[in-house]
């Protein structure tokens, strides 16, 4: 998880152009799993839910749901985060990347 960099944290790079070098959070939810595990897709967004508010809370502004089974989830996340990135999605659009390149 991303947080938006604060100004004190741009850098300077030696072409003299700003770079952000943000913090990130981890969010690790081992409840969602379980839920995940008992078959309660329902039980298990809604925690994932929880947690990217949590995060948005500490300044997040982009999620990384790193599991495919979490693509589901994407929905919840989409009312605190500027953004949220999904397995399924970007390994789409790498494998149009590809394609398109070749």
Same mark, same amino acid.
């Given at each position: ?8 944290m ?5 072409s ?15 409840? +969602?799993? #379980?839920? !995940? ?7 298990? #967004? ?8 949590? /995060?948005?809370? !500490?300044?997040?502004?982009? !999620?990384? /749901?790193s599991?495919?089974?979490? +693509? ?9 985060? #500027?953004?949220?990135?999904t397995?399924?999605?970007?390994? +789409?659009?790498?494998?149009?990347r ?5």
């Amino acid at each position: 998880m991303v947080r938006k960099a604060p100004a004190a944290m741009l850098k300077r790079s030696p072409s003299g152009s700003a770079r952000p070098d943000p913090p990130y959070e981890d969010g690790i939810c081992t409840e +969602a799993l #379980d839920a !995940l595990r008992r078959g309660d897709g329902e039980e298990r #967004d809604r925690l994932l839910g929880a947690e990217g508010k949590r /995060l948005a809370l !500490l300044g997040c502004n982009m !999620l990384f /749901l790193s599991q495919i089974t979490m +693509a589901r989830a994407k929905a919840a996340m989409g009312e605190f985060a #500027d953004i949220t990135f999904t397995t399924p999605e970007e390994g +789409a659009k790498e494998i149009l990347r590809l394609v398109q390149k070749a």
